[in-house]
């Protein structure tokens, strides 16, 4: 696995990102032969009152094709994810959440779905 992460922050903005490349063997391949994917997250964080954050996340995930094989197709549907998401401080030891994240790929029965979460933070 081989990875690059980095940061920035000016003001009351602050964006990363991650770029990662794996491999592995599997049982389901030819023995020497290897599965391996790339994956890109951007994420970014605004501070937009005193304890009110606004967060924005996406991500894709690439997979290889499988070695020696003539065939286009890769060994898994790539993967598209985009998130939002909206946090306030209620109180010091309070933080509360709420985001909606959507998913979409190439391939699958299932090709888009979306969820929504909620969280509550609370630190004594």
């Known amino acids: ?34 599965l391996s994917s790339w994956s890109a997250v951007l994420e970014g964080r605004y501070k937009l009152a005193p304890g009110l954050d606004l967060g924005l996340r996406g991500e894709h995930v690439a997979f290889d094709q499988l070695e020696g094989r003539r065939s286009s197709d890769t060994w898994d549907a790539p993967v598209w994810r985009a998130e939002a998401g909206l946090g306030r401080r209620l109180r010091r030891s309070l933080y509360v959440a709420a985001s909606y994240q959507y998913n979409w790929r190439d391939g699958g ?3 888009t779905g979306g969820l929504v979460a909620a969280r509550a933070q609370l630190s004594f």
């Not at 770029?19 to 023995?31: F, G, H, I, K």
């Open 109 to 111: 029965p299932r090709r």
């Open 1 to 34: 696995m081989l990875g690059l992460d980095g940061e920035y922050s000016a003001g009351h903005a602050l964006l990363r990102f991650e770029l990662l490349r794996s491999a592995w063997d599997a049982p389901t391949v030819r023995p020497g032969e290897a």
